[in-house]
């Protein structure tokens, strides 16, 4: 008889838009091949491929306001309530939840992200393991974005939801059978919590054949705060200088909601923003160097691991690079970053050493069946067979 196994997920896995969408699709794609029968409870709308998931249920959110003034009055009730932002967001549903699982009974059920931790107890009446798969430390990623806000009132409130979310941790995460870390960094944060290196993987690409154009690329969710922040730093910083360099460099913005970062990059014609494209790797594989000039933020990136795919060598901030292997360019500061930059344009020997040694990192452990391997050895799949 096949197992049965459930995903929670407060995100749409399909399309696949976005990182936390990659890790879930891999880990559906995962439960299917070792010839599962896999549920989906979405609180988003989700066009599933029926090849891949049995049943898809969803719990639609109510609409929220997305303007300054609403968040920032969203946050300050958090703050008064003490609360962790998206926890109160996706909170109340045990009703909906039982309603929609009804007599159904899992072998494995997986609460994706820490937002849905608290269903813990609701979904052990109906899975034999729970696991939690855990994108971010949300009390590390608070903690960075504090960090980055200086001695702001931002900053205090980013450090009151750190400590909320910390207390969050302690309490909820003993009582799943299992967690899923990105990095054996975020692992080291939760102490003695069972936890399993489970690393953030893309698809298989073949290396790509495609010249290289005088550009730098950074790609990603422009909505997605650290994402705002880190390209209002390097274009403030670092662009100028780079810009002034290289008369014929253009910076190219590459992913979704484009319009989040626009006013930041506006009256530049040689900043490009494209949105989403149809095929992200060829326009990050063209680029002379992907840049990841975050400040903020927890677990793994993607942005590398498509940079690596697609062979192209990487400048990061060594918060950008946290929980990967350091093949690529560590820069931390504007003058570090700048310097970086300019060595690696002026030096295609390097560019290429570190191309190369960023596909071999994608080719042995961050593509989807590397990750795979993991799950069959320690995680949530050791006990399917």
């Known amino acids: 008889m096949?197992?049965?196994?459930?995903?929670?997920?407060?995100?749409?896995?399909?399309?696949?838009?976005?990182?936390?969408?990659?890790r879930i699709a891999s880990l559906i794609e995962y439960f299917v091949a070792r010839d599962c029968d896999v549920d989906v409870l979405t609180f988003v709308?989700?066009?599933?491929?029926?090849?891949?998931?049995?049943?898809?249920?969803?719990?639609?959110?109510?609409?929220?306001?997305?303007?300054?003034?609403?968040?920032?009055?969203?946050?300050?009730?958090?703050?008064?309530?003490?609360?962790?932002?998206?926890?109160?967001?996706?909170?109340?549903?045990?009703?909906?939840?039982?309603?929609?699982?009804?007599?159904?009974?899992?072998?494995?059920?997986?609460?994706?992200?820490?937002?849905?931790?608290?269903?813990?107890?609701v979904i052990r009446d109906y899975a034999g393991q729970i696991w939690c798969d855990l994108h971010n430390i949300e009390s590390r990623f608070f903690d960075t974005m504090a960090a980055s806000a200086g001695s702001s009132a931002a900053a205090w409130a980013h450090r009151r939801f750190a400590g909320l979310s910390r207390q969050l941790e302690t309490q909820l995460l003993p009582k799943f059978d299992g967690c899923l870390v990105c990095s054996e960094q975020d692992r080291a944060l939760l102490g003695d919590v069972p936890s399993v290196v489970y690393p953030n993987t893309i698809g298989w690409h073949e290396p790509a054949i495609i010249e290289k154009a005088p550009v730098i690329v950074f790609s990603g969710n422009m909505e997605y705060h650290p994402n705002q922040q880190a390209v209002a730093w390097f274009h403030t910083h670092v662009w100028p200088k780079v810009r002034t360099r290289f008369k014929d460099i253009r910076w190219r913005l590459v992913g979704m909601n484009p319009e989040s970062v626009r006013s930041i990059v506006c009256g530049d014609n040689r900043v490009e923003l494209t949105g989403a494209v149809d095929d992200a790797m060829s326009e990050i594989a063209r680029a002379q160097l992907s840049v990841v000039p975050l400040l903020s933020g927890s677990g793994t990136r993607i942005k590398i691991l498509e940079a690596w795919a697609a062979g192209t060598a990487v400048v990061s901030t060594s918060l950008g690079a946290e929980g990967l292997p350091q093949n690529l360019r560590i820069a931390d500061g504007a003058d570090n970053f700048e310097r970086a930059i300019v060595e690696l344009l002026n030096d295609p020997g390097e560019r290429h050493r570190l191309e190369q040694s960023g596909r071999k990192t994608y080719e042995t452990g961050f593509h989807r069946k590397a990750g795979w391997a993991v799950l069959d050895r320690a995680g949530p799949g050791r006990d399917l067979k």
């Open 2 to 22: 096949k197992k049965q196994v459930l995903l929670v997920c407060p995100e749409a896995p399909f399309p696949v838009l976005g990182g936390g969408a990659q």
């Open 45 to 121: 709308p989700c066009q599933a491929p029926p090849e891949l998931v049995r049943e898809l249920f969803c719990i639609p959110l109510p609409s929220n306001g997305r303007s300054l003034p609403a968040r920032v009055l969203r946050n300050a009730g958090r703050l008064a309530r003490g609360v962790p932002p998206l926890i109160d967001r996706l909170a109340g549903f045990e009703a909906s939840i039982r309603g929609c699982i009804g007599w159904r009974r899992y072998d494995v059920a997986i609460l994706e992200h820490f937002w849905l931790a608290p269903y813990v107890d």
